[in-house]
C-alpha cells in the first residue's frame, strides 16, 4: 500500500476539533494524486497520452475522527483493473495502527479530448502495484435514487467548486450534499455515485430524501430525469 504521513490541522477540522468531512475526502484524493505521481502516471504524463481518471463512486466508512493536531497516515492501493473501470481501496489509521477510515472508489479511465471512456491497457495499469482488498463492507457502486423527495433550492456552480478538470470535484458534490443533514445526524459512512459532470454555472437541484432505516439520499439533479450525483448518507 502507498502511504504518505501527516498532522490533522486546525484548518482542517470541524466544530468538535476533529477531522472534517472535506478534510477526509481531501486527504484520500491527494493520496491517489500522490500515489500517482511516484510511479510515473501523474496528471502531466496522463495530459501527454490525452487520458484521464474520473472517479465513478465512493464508498467511505468513518469508524472514528482523528482529532486535530494527531499525526496520521494515509494509504491507498489499486486492487482491480478491468475493461474502462479501477478500483482503489483507501485507510486513513493513527500511528498506533488504528484504521480511523476505510475507503472503496471506482475510477473510469477516459479519453480526455473526446471524454469518452477507453479500455484500461498494460501502459495505465502496470505502474500500480495491485494488493489485496481490504477487509470491509463492500456496497454497490450504483445507488439506487429514490422517486419521491423534498426540493431544495437550485445550487449555481460557482468557480471555487471546480478541480483542474474544469468541472466540479468529487468532494463538492458531497459537501453540497450534506447541507441537508439534521444537525445530529452521527455520520458513519458516506456513499456517492457521480452520474454527469457539473461545469461553471451549471444549476442543481437539490432533491432530499429520509429512508426509513435512517438513512439520507440526497440528489444533485440536472432536470427530472438526471442527476448529476446521488449521494447517500448513513
Given amino acids: 500500500m502507498y502511504t504518505f504521513t501527516s498532522r490533522v490541522r486546525f484548518s482542517e477540522t470541524d466544530e468538535n476539533g476533529k477531522l472534517s468531512l472535506a478534510g477526509i475526502m481531501n486527504y484520500l484524493q491527494d493520496c491517489s494524486v500522490f500515489h500517482s505521481e511516484d510511479v510515473g502516471n ?103 435514487a429514490p422517486k419521491e423527495g423534498i426540493v431544495m433550492e437550485p445550487i449555481t456552480v460557482r468557480t471555487e467548486h471546480l478541480d483542474s478538470n474544469h468541472h466540479v470535484n468529487n468532494t463538492q458534490y458531497v459537501l453540497m450534499a450534506s447541507r441537508y443533514l439534521p444537525s445530529d445526524f452521527s ?9 454527469y459532470q457539473a461545469l461553471l454555472g451549471d444549476t442543481m437541484i437539490p432533491v432530499v430524501t429520509k429512508e426509513e432505516d435512517g438513512q439520507i439520499i440526497v440528489q444533485l439533479k440536472k432536470d427530472e430525469q438526471t442527476a448529476y450525483a446521488v449521494v447517500a448518507f448513513q
Avoid at 187 to 195: D, G, I, N, S, W
Wanted: with cysteine.
Fill in 187 to 195: 455520520l458513519h459512512q458516506v456513499r456517492a455515485e457521480y452520474r
Fill in 42 to 144: 501523474g496528471t502531466d504524463v496522463l495530459k501527454k497520452r490525452d487520458r484521464v481518471w474520473l472517479l465513478n463512486s465512493w464508498q467511505i466508512i468513518i469508524k472514528e475522527r482523528p482529532r486535530c493536531c494527531e499525526y496520521i497516515e494515509i494509504g491507498t492501493q489499486a486492487y482491480q483493473f478491468k475493461g474502462t473501470l479501477g478500483k482503489r481501496n483507501f485507510c486513513i489509521q493513527r500511528q498506533d495502527g488504528t484504521q480511523c477510515v476505510v475507503a472503496n472508489s471506482n475510477w473510469v479511465l477516459v479519453q480526455k479530448s473526446q471524454m469518452r471512456p477507453v479500455r484500461i491497457t498494460e501502459e495505465d495499469s502496470s505502474p500500480y502495484e495491485l494488493g489485496t482488498p481490504l477487509d470491509m463492507p463492500y456496497a454497490d457502486r450504483k445507488i439506487a
